[in-house]
């Protein structure tokens, strides 16, 4: 469920309606002034209607600078000690992943490491699916706060709990760890921070690994592509791509009929991943067209690349 009108704090509309005001007088659009700042337009789009809070002073300064103006006209609660850089948002009101990006710049597996073994007290496997789920959907829904909230609860127990858990359970617990790594890293790339989206695919793929799940192992590759591409790393982006569609097509060498249907589905594009790291390109024939959405919901691969879900 997207922000609706009344999810939006007062405050953000009106400072988001001024953003717009003095950006379209100096006739930019949102892509231009987007990319001043090193974000992207969603991003922009946002916080011009009050759904993205912007509670760090740096980036006010920037927004300012780049408009012409001081941060106290842009947002005058500043100047009167009311603005974030004195009070900051708790964090159920900020839409942002500041917890979730500190949580993960340690590692919150080890003091699961560090424990004496033992489940006790661990939630089913049945309601920490479900989280995983609530988390995907809050993702998509660019629902940052929630996201962040649910993130540093659920990740250290995913994380103890897949290496406690019994073997008969354990490959599934690690694959809900992938899951929420790769959901993770979905909603850093949509904040443009592509670091921390890095080293949350990277946890991805290991947890998927893991998991014994390949396909959430290219997934993980997936996701990495795409913080190489915020981070304009583009040979990495390059690279990373072709590692997982050479192994999916040296697999399936000679043998597709052998293979699961959600396997052979990717293999007919390579443009399928590689196409964020090349960039656009002049439109052309070629003779292998990229997958549609509708192709990949018919063999149930979407899910795979799109929510983390398993086939």
């Given at each position: 469920?997207?922000?609706?009108?009344?999810?939006?704090?007062?405050?953000?509309?009106?400072?988001?309606?001024?953003?717009?005001?003095?950006?379209?007088?100096?006739?930019?659009?949102?892509?231009?002034?987007?990319?001043?700042?090193?974000?992207?337009?969603?991003?922009?789009?946002q916080v011009e209607?009050?759904?993205?809070?912007?509670?760090?002073?740096?980036?006010?300064?920037?927004?300012?600078?780049?408009?012409?103006?001081?941060?106290?006209?842009?947002?005058?609660?500043?100047?009167?000690?009311?603005?974030?850089?004195?009070?900051?948002?708790?964090?159920?009101?900020?839409?942002?992943?500041?917890?979730?990006?500190?949580?993960?710049?340690?590692?919150?597996?080890?003091?699961?490491?560090?424990?004496?073994?033992?489940?006790?007290?661990?939630?089913?496997?049945?309601?920490?699916?479900?989280?995983?789920?609530?988390?995907?959907?809050?993702?998509?829904?660019?629902?940052?706060?929630?996201?962040?909230?649910?993130?540093?609860?659920?990740?250290?127990?995913?994380?103890?709990?897949?290496?406690?858990a019994p073997d008969?359970?354990?490959?599934?617990?690690?694959?809900?760890?992938?899951?929420?790594?790769?959901?993770?890293?979905?909603?850093?790339?949509?904040?443009?921070?592509?670091?921390?989206?890095?080293?949350?695919?990277?946890?991805?793929?290991?947890?998927?690994?893991?998991?014994?799940?390949?396909?959430?192992?290219?997934?993980?590759?997936?996701?990495?592509?795409?913080?190489?591409?915020?981070?304009?790393?583009?040979?990495?982006?390059?690279?990373?791509?072709?590692?997982?569609?050479?192994?999916?097509?040296?697999?399936?060498?000679?043998?597709?009929?052998?293979?699961?249907?959600?396997?052979?589905?990717?293999?007919?594009?390579?443009?399928?991943?590689?196409?964020?790291?090349?960039?656009?390109?002049?439109?052309?024939?070629?003779?292998?067209?990229?997958?549609?959405?509708?192709?990949?919901?018919?063999?149930?691969?979407?899910?795979?690349?799109?929510?983390?879900?398993?086939?």
């Open positions: 469920m997207k922000p609706t009108g009344k999810d939006v704090d007062p405050q953000d509309r009106v400072f988001g309606q001024r953003v717009q005001k003095l950006r379209k007088e100096q006739r930019r659009t949102q892509a231009e002034f987007a990319a001043a700042l090193g974000k992207t337009s969603s991003w922009m789009s209607r009050g759904i993205q809070p912007v509670q760090r002073m740096d980036l006010l300064q920037q927004i300012a600078d780049e408009l012409g103006v001081s941060v106290q006209q842009l947002r005058p609660s500043v100047a009167d000690g009311s603005g974030p850089s004195q009070h900051p948002a708790p964090l159920s009101l900020s839409n942002d992943l500041d917890e979730t990006r500190r949580l993960i710049s340690g590692h919150p597996a080890l003091r699961a490491l560090l424990a004496s073994p033992g489940t006790e007290g661990a939630r089913s496997v049945e309601a920490l699916r479900k989280d995983v789920d609530d988390l995907w959907e809050l993702t998509h829904a660019a629902r940052m706060a929630q996201v962040s909230v649910l993130a540093v609860e659920l990740l250290p127990e995913l994380e103890r709990t897949a290496r406690m008969e359970t354990r490959s599934e617990l690690f694959l809900l760890l992938s899951r929420t790594y790769q959901a993770l890293s979905a909603a850093f790339v949509r904040q443009d921070e592509a670091d921390a989206a890095w080293v949350a695919a990277d946890r991805a793929i290991f947890a998927a690994e893991r998991s014994g799940d390949p396909l959430h192992v290219c997934a993980g590759v997936f996701r990495m592509t795409q913080a190489f591409v915020r981070l304009r790393s583009l040979g990495q982006a390059e690279h990373a791509a072709r590692t997982a569609i050479d192994a999916l097509e040296e697999q399936g060498a000679g043998r597709r009929r052998l293979c699961p249907s959600s396997v052979r589905s990717i293999w007919p594009s390579r443009s399928f991943t590689r196409e964020p790291a090349l960039g656009p390109k002049p439109r052309r024939r070629s003779p292998r067209p990229a997958l549609s959405r509708r192709s990949l919901a018919r063999t149930g691969t979407t899910s795979t690349w799109s929510s983390g879900r398993s086939t």
